[in-house]
């Protein structure tokens, strides 16, 4: 197979070798003190009202709101278990929210049964014009 180890004809993509070596010299070339200026004048920029340099100091500054969206850990699900006002249990919880489900359920079947009705009213109601 041509991506394994030892294969003499995979030499891997030309185009991905060069962009490496040219991220390579940009790291080479980035020290502390140049990163910060070219931060600086980012942030000075979206100061004076650069749209583009605000966005790129914000999206890297704050991040997007999706990546900063996280499931709670263990820890902080007791957390909320605990601080919860009624005092109700994992279990009760969800046996309050299946209720709720089975309610929905329900409502909506009567309102499409009550549709249902209807509609075989209309058709009995007003006849095929045949007398």
């Known amino acids: 197979m041509p991506w394994q180890r030892g294969n003499q004809l995979g030499h891997g993509s030309r185009i991905h070798r060069r962009m490496r070596e040219l991220r390579q010299e940009v790291l080479d070339a980035l020290s502390p003190t140049a990163m910060r200026e070219v931060i600086d004048s980012m942030v000075r920029l979206a100061c004076e009202g650069d749209v583009a340099a605000a966005r790129v100091v914000l999206?890297?500054?704050?991040?997007?709101?999706?990546?900063?969206?996280?499931?709670?850990?263990?820890?902080?699900?007791?957390?909320?278990?605990?601080?919860?006002?009624?005092?109700?249990?994992?279990?009760?919880?969800?046996?309050?929210?299946?209720?709720?489900?089975?309610?929905?359920?329900?409502?909506?079947?009567?309102?499409?049964?009550?549709?249902?009705?209807?509609?075989?009213?209309?058709?009995?109601?007003?006849?095929d014009g045949e007398a």
């Open 59 to 127: 999206a890297y500054g704050c991040g997007t709101p999706a990546e900063h969206t996280r499931a709670l850990d263990f820890d902080e699900m007791r957390e909320a278990q605990q601080d919860d006002p009624r005092g109700l249990s994992l279990a009760e919880k969800v046996a309050v929210l299946e209720a709720a489900a089975r309610r929905v359920r329900e409502m909506i079947a009567e309102r499409d049964a009550e549709a249902a009705g209807v509609v075989l009213a209309l058709g009995d109601g007003e006849g």
